[in-house]
Protein backbone atom coordinates (compact mmCIF):
# COMPACT_ATOMS: atom_id res chain seq x y z
CA UNK A 1 0.00 0.00 0.00
CA UNK A 2 1.19 3.67 -0.78
CA UNK A 3 1.22 4.92 2.76
CA UNK A 4 3.62 7.76 1.96
CA UNK A 5 0.81 9.26 -0.05
CA UNK A 6 -2.15 7.77 1.30
CA UNK A 7 -4.04 7.60 -2.48
CA UNK A 8 -5.81 3.57 -2.79
CA UNK A 9 -5.44 3.64 -6.52
CA UNK A 10 -5.23 0.21 -8.99
CA UNK A 11 -3.21 1.32 -10.61
CA UNK A 12 -1.61 4.25 -8.99
CA UNK A 13 -0.81 6.66 -11.88
CA UNK A 14 2.14 9.00 -11.04
CA UNK A 15 3.34 11.45 -13.38
CA UNK A 16 6.93 13.10 -12.56
CA UNK A 17 6.95 16.78 -14.14
CA UNK A 18 9.69 19.36 -14.08
CA UNK A 19 12.14 21.77 -15.58
CA UNK A 20 15.37 20.06 -17.93
CA UNK A 21 17.78 18.17 -15.66
CA UNK A 22 16.02 18.76 -12.02
CA UNK A 23 16.02 15.00 -11.66
CA UNK A 24 12.97 13.35 -12.79
CA UNK A 25 14.00 10.36 -14.55
CA UNK A 26 16.27 9.80 -11.68
CA UNK A 27 13.40 10.54 -9.43
CA UNK A 28 10.66 7.80 -11.72
CA UNK A 29 13.52 5.23 -11.51
CA UNK A 30 14.31 5.69 -7.33
CA UNK A 31 10.34 5.54 -6.80
CA UNK A 32 10.29 2.49 -9.01
CA UNK A 33 12.82 0.78 -6.75
CA UNK A 34 11.31 1.80 -3.47
CA UNK A 35 7.74 0.23 -4.38
CA UNK A 36 9.06 -2.71 -5.75
CA UNK A 37 10.69 -3.39 -2.33
CA UNK A 38 7.27 -2.75 -1.15
CA UNK A 39 6.12 -5.70 -3.51
CA UNK A 40 4.63 -3.80 -6.44
CA UNK A 41 4.27 -4.18 -9.50
CA UNK A 42 5.55 -1.22 -11.65
CA UNK A 43 4.59 -0.03 -15.24
CA UNK A 44 7.62 2.30 -16.39
CA UNK A 45 6.32 4.95 -19.35
CA UNK A 46 8.49 7.58 -21.31
CA UNK A 47 6.27 10.46 -22.29
CA UNK A 48 9.30 12.47 -22.87
CA UNK A 49 8.93 11.84 -27.13
CA UNK A 50 10.79 14.96 -27.07
CA UNK A 51 14.85 14.42 -26.38
CA UNK A 52 15.97 11.09 -28.53
CA UNK A 53 17.89 9.44 -25.70
CA UNK A 54 14.90 10.00 -22.89
CA UNK A 55 13.29 6.30 -23.74
CA UNK A 56 17.35 4.87 -23.70
CA UNK A 57 17.26 6.41 -20.80
CA UNK A 58 14.77 4.77 -19.03
CA UNK A 59 14.89 1.87 -20.66
CA UNK A 60 18.17 1.19 -19.01
CA UNK A 61 16.96 1.80 -15.66
CA UNK A 62 13.96 -0.57 -16.57
CA UNK A 63 16.83 -3.31 -17.21
CA UNK A 64 18.57 -2.46 -14.26
CA UNK A 65 14.88 -2.74 -12.15
CA UNK A 66 14.13 -5.51 -14.51
CA UNK A 67 10.53 -3.68 -14.74
CA UNK A 68 8.91 -2.90 -18.19
CA UNK A 69 9.14 0.43 -19.68
CA UNK A 70 6.63 1.92 -22.18
CA UNK A 71 8.53 3.82 -25.14
CA UNK A 72 7.56 5.60 -28.39
CA UNK A 73 9.62 7.05 -30.78
CA UNK A 74 10.55 10.27 -30.65
CA UNK A 75 8.21 13.18 -32.32
CA UNK A 76 5.32 10.72 -31.53
CA UNK A 77 2.61 11.99 -29.10
CA UNK A 78 3.15 11.59 -25.66
CA UNK A 79 -0.77 11.86 -24.90
CA UNK A 80 -0.57 8.04 -26.59
CA UNK A 81 1.99 6.51 -24.92
CA UNK A 82 0.05 7.86 -21.47
CA UNK A 83 -2.94 6.35 -22.82
CA UNK A 84 -0.99 2.96 -23.62
CA UNK A 85 0.63 3.09 -19.81
CA UNK A 86 -2.04 3.98 -18.19
CA UNK A 87 -4.46 0.94 -20.10
CA UNK A 88 -1.82 -1.46 -19.85
CA UNK A 89 -1.59 -0.89 -16.65
CA UNK A 90 -5.26 -1.50 -15.65
CA UNK A 91 -5.51 -4.79 -18.01
CA UNK A 92 -2.39 -6.33 -16.98
CA UNK A 93 -2.65 -5.85 -12.97
CA UNK A 94 0.62 -3.34 -12.53
CA UNK A 95 0.01 -1.40 -8.89
CA UNK A 96 1.38 1.43 -10.23
CA UNK A 97 2.73 3.19 -13.58
CA UNK A 98 5.44 5.63 -13.58
CA UNK A 99 5.45 7.97 -15.86
CA UNK A 100 8.31 10.25 -16.73
CA UNK A 101 7.91 13.17 -19.01
CA UNK A 102 9.95 15.92 -21.37
CA UNK A 103 12.60 18.48 -19.79
CA UNK A 104 10.51 21.57 -20.21
CA UNK A 105 10.98 25.25 -19.35
CA UNK A 106 7.33 26.39 -18.83
CA UNK A 107 7.67 29.59 -20.12
CA UNK A 108 7.29 27.41 -23.65
CA UNK A 109 3.36 27.59 -23.92
CA UNK A 110 3.29 24.44 -26.21
CA UNK A 111 5.59 22.18 -23.58
CA UNK A 112 2.90 22.93 -20.79
CA UNK A 113 0.04 22.65 -23.40
CA UNK A 114 1.49 19.38 -23.75
CA UNK A 115 1.76 18.61 -20.21
CA UNK A 116 -2.29 19.42 -19.93
CA UNK A 117 -2.82 16.81 -22.57
CA UNK A 118 -0.92 14.38 -21.08
CA UNK A 119 -3.22 15.12 -17.48
CA UNK A 120 -6.83 14.78 -19.96
CA UNK A 121 -5.67 11.62 -21.35
CA UNK A 122 -4.44 9.98 -18.60
CA UNK A 123 -7.66 10.45 -17.01
CA UNK A 124 -9.42 9.41 -20.39
CA UNK A 125 -7.98 5.63 -19.76
CA UNK A 126 -8.24 5.78 -16.00
CA UNK A 127 -10.73 7.92 -13.88
CA UNK A 128 -8.94 9.80 -11.65
CA UNK A 129 -5.97 9.47 -13.09
CA UNK A 130 -3.01 10.91 -12.85
CA UNK A 131 -3.76 10.58 -8.61
CA UNK A 132 -0.09 11.82 -8.12
CA UNK A 133 1.66 14.72 -10.06
CA UNK A 134 5.03 14.82 -8.49
CA UNK A 135 6.56 18.42 -9.66
CA UNK A 136 10.95 17.88 -9.37
CA UNK A 137 12.59 21.09 -8.47
CA UNK A 138 16.54 21.39 -8.47
CA UNK A 139 17.78 22.44 -5.29
CA UNK A 140 20.66 24.19 -5.87
CA UNK A 141 18.43 26.96 -8.40
CA UNK A 142 16.83 28.54 -5.35
CA UNK A 143 14.32 31.26 -5.84
CA UNK A 144 13.88 30.65 -9.44
CA UNK A 145 12.40 27.16 -9.09
CA UNK A 146 9.40 29.36 -6.85
CA UNK A 147 8.45 30.48 -10.51
CA UNK A 148 8.92 27.66 -12.46
CA UNK A 149 6.91 25.92 -9.79
CA UNK A 150 4.12 28.51 -10.16
CA UNK A 151 3.92 28.18 -13.98
CA UNK A 152 3.55 24.22 -13.83
CA UNK A 153 1.18 24.19 -11.25
CA UNK A 154 -1.57 26.15 -14.10
CA UNK A 155 -0.43 22.78 -16.21
CA UNK A 156 -1.21 20.36 -13.62
CA UNK A 157 -2.76 20.00 -10.18
CA UNK A 158 0.51 19.27 -8.84
CA UNK A 159 0.04 17.22 -5.50
CA UNK A 160 3.41 16.97 -4.23
CA UNK A 161 7.10 18.19 -4.53
CA UNK A 162 10.64 16.22 -4.97
CA UNK A 163 13.40 18.44 -4.26
CA UNK A 164 16.90 17.08 -5.34
CA UNK A 165 19.99 17.68 -5.34
CA UNK A 166 19.67 18.23 -1.20
CA UNK A 167 23.32 16.84 -0.98
CA UNK A 168 25.98 19.35 -0.12
CA UNK A 169 24.05 22.17 -0.22
CA UNK A 170 23.02 24.68 2.73
CA UNK A 171 20.01 25.98 0.84
CA UNK A 172 17.37 23.46 2.23
CA UNK A 173 15.59 26.28 4.34
CA UNK A 174 14.75 28.23 1.24
CA UNK A 175 13.41 25.23 0.07
CA UNK A 176 11.15 24.75 3.02
CA UNK A 177 10.06 28.28 2.55
CA UNK A 178 9.17 27.81 -1.12
CA UNK A 179 6.94 24.90 -0.48
CA UNK A 180 4.99 26.64 2.30
CA UNK A 181 4.66 29.54 0.13
CA UNK A 182 3.66 27.36 -3.06
CA UNK A 183 1.15 25.09 -0.31
CA UNK A 184 2.22 21.73 -1.70
CA UNK A 185 3.75 19.19 0.08
CA UNK A 186 7.66 18.12 -0.20
CA UNK A 187 7.23 14.31 -0.29
CA UNK A 188 10.65 13.48 -1.33
CA UNK A 189 14.40 14.78 -0.92
CA UNK A 190 17.20 13.88 -3.46
CA UNK A 191 20.07 13.39 -0.89
CA UNK A 192 23.09 12.10 -3.35
CA UNK A 193 23.19 10.38 -7.22
CA UNK A 194 22.43 7.06 -5.59
CA UNK A 195 19.15 4.85 -6.56
CA UNK A 196 18.72 4.89 -2.66
CA UNK A 197 19.42 8.51 -2.45
CA UNK A 198 15.51 9.99 -2.75
CA UNK A 199 14.28 9.97 0.96
CA UNK A 200 10.69 10.51 2.32
CA UNK A 201 10.31 13.90 3.81
CA UNK A 202 10.02 14.60 7.14
CA UNK A 203 10.05 18.20 8.53
CA UNK A 204 12.13 17.51 11.87
CA UNK A 205 14.79 15.56 10.69
CA UNK A 206 14.94 18.02 8.14
CA UNK A 207 15.11 20.87 10.58
CA UNK A 208 17.60 19.14 12.68
CA UNK A 209 19.70 18.59 10.13
CA UNK A 210 19.79 21.93 8.85
CA UNK A 211 20.33 23.40 12.75
CA UNK A 212 23.54 20.67 12.85
CA UNK A 213 24.70 22.27 9.11
CA UNK A 214 24.51 26.00 10.70
CA UNK A 215 25.89 24.98 13.98
CA UNK A 216 29.21 23.20 12.37
CA UNK A 217 29.47 26.47 9.44
CA UNK A 218 30.05 28.37 12.58
N1 LIG B 1 23.88 15.09 -6.50
C1 LIG B 1 22.66 14.76 -6.91
N2 LIG B 1 22.45 14.57 -8.22
C2 LIG B 1 21.20 14.24 -8.63
C3 LIG B 1 20.12 14.08 -7.71
N3 LIG B 1 19.02 13.78 -8.43
C4 LIG B 1 19.40 13.72 -9.72
N4 LIG B 1 20.72 14.02 -9.85
C5 LIG B 1 21.52 14.08 -11.08
O1 LIG B 1 21.01 15.11 -11.93
C6 LIG B 1 21.26 14.77 -13.29
C7 LIG B 1 19.98 14.93 -14.10
O2 LIG B 1 19.07 13.93 -13.69
P1 LIG B 1 17.91 13.38 -14.63
O3 LIG B 1 17.11 12.47 -13.82
O4 LIG B 1 18.43 12.89 -15.92
O5 LIG B 1 17.10 14.72 -14.90
P2 LIG B 1 15.82 14.94 -15.83
O6 LIG B 1 14.97 15.94 -15.15
O7 LIG B 1 15.21 13.64 -16.17
O8 LIG B 1 16.50 15.58 -17.14
P3 LIG B 1 15.86 15.79 -18.59
O9 LIG B 1 15.14 14.54 -18.95
O10 LIG B 1 17.03 16.09 -19.46
O11 LIG B 1 14.96 16.98 -18.46
C8 LIG B 1 21.81 13.35 -13.29
O12 LIG B 1 23.20 13.40 -13.45
C9 LIG B 1 21.44 12.82 -11.91
O13 LIG B 1 22.34 11.84 -11.43
C10 LIG B 1 20.38 14.30 -6.29
O14 LIG B 1 19.52 14.21 -5.42
N5 LIG B 1 21.67 14.63 -5.96
MG1 LIG C 1 14.75 12.81 -18.04
Same mark, same amino acid.
Given at each position: MPMAVGIEANPLVTVVIGVNGAGKTTTVARLASRSRKEGRRVLLACADTFRAAAAEQLQIWGERLDMPVLTQLPGSDAGAVVFDAVKKGLGRGFQEVLIDTAGRLPNRKGLLDELRKIHTVAGKA? @?????RVLLVLDGTVGQNAFSQAEQFMQAMPVTGLVITK??????GGSVLAMASRLGIPVEYIGVGE?? @?DLVEFDLTDFLHALLDMDASCR
Open positions: M @EGAPHLDGTARDL @E
